[in-house]
């Protein structure tokens, strides 16, 4: 015979269990999760399941996503200039076809309108040269990005606030003056009707309205070349 066993939850006020039965309560609960287990039956009660839908934050639209990427460089359509380019980059081949362009320009050697650039690293803060094309427009010359924003040598200008140096048999120190996009475009068509290897990074052709330019200003940056301060 097994006797009656009471069972007891402190300041629970449960009635003792005196039925003979040797399980457990569930007034063996610990207090807190008694009180869960009545406020879930009261909320069950209250909120029946199929509500649960009803009750649930609504669901937010996916935001669309912002395509940020550029289109691709339109000198990979040449088989030659895509083994010297890649994604608006140089490749190791591009790279060193830039150097004996750039030997050939700071020797001073024609063309008279490309340059040697030289740049200070915005990491390194070594010298860094990039031969360019100076395009000029009403007497004014002016540097244009072929390959873009994310051109190396542009992010060095930024970094030294424009200050930089050209040479061409000598070796100036110059002031580079950012142009705004709405400015840019009489700059760019003139860049792409002198500059043979560089227009073929520009999606126009030679003699394209300005209009054309205009809509594809933002994404060729401009410099005006000033002396230097």
């Known amino acids: 015979m097994i006797a009656n066993r009471t069972e007891t939850c402190a300041g629970s006020g449960a009635v003792p269990r005196t039925d003979g039965h040797n ?21 069950a009660a209250v909120y029946p399941r199929n509500t649960a839908s009803i009750l649930a934050a609504p669901e937010l639209p996916a935001r669309a996503s912002m395509n940020t990427t550029r289109n691709a460089d339109p000198a990979e359509r040449n ?21 004996i362009q750039g030997w050939w320009a700071a020797a001073g050697l024609p ?16 010298r860094r040269t990039n031969p360019v094309v100076i395009a000029t427009v009403a007497n004014t010359r002016y540097l244009v990005s072929m390959l873009g924003p994310d051109s190396d040598w542009v992010k060095n200008v930024e970094a030294a606030h424009g200050l930089a140096f050209l040479r061409h048999g000598l070796r100036r120190r110059v002031q580079l003056v950012a142009v705004p ?13 002198i500059a043979p290897s560089g227009r073929q990074h520009f999606p126009l052709p030679v003699g394209a309205p300005l209009a054309d330019f205009a809509a594809i200003a933002h994404d060729y940056p401009v410099y005006r070349i000033d002396p230097a301060r």
């Open 181 to 193: 996009p709405e400015e840019r475009a009489p700059i760019l068509r003139e860049y792409v009707r």
């Open 79 to 99: 088989a030659l200039l895509k083994l010297c380019y890649r994604d608006w980059r140089p490749t190791r081949l591009g790279r060193n076809v830039n150097r």
């Open 111 to 126: 063309p008279s309108f490309v340059v040697l650039l030289e740049t200070r690293g915005r990491t390194s803060g070594r």
């Open 23 to 43: 399980s457990r309560s569930a007034c063996t609960m610990p207090a807190i999760s008694r009180r869960n287990c009545v406020r879930d039956e009261h909320e």
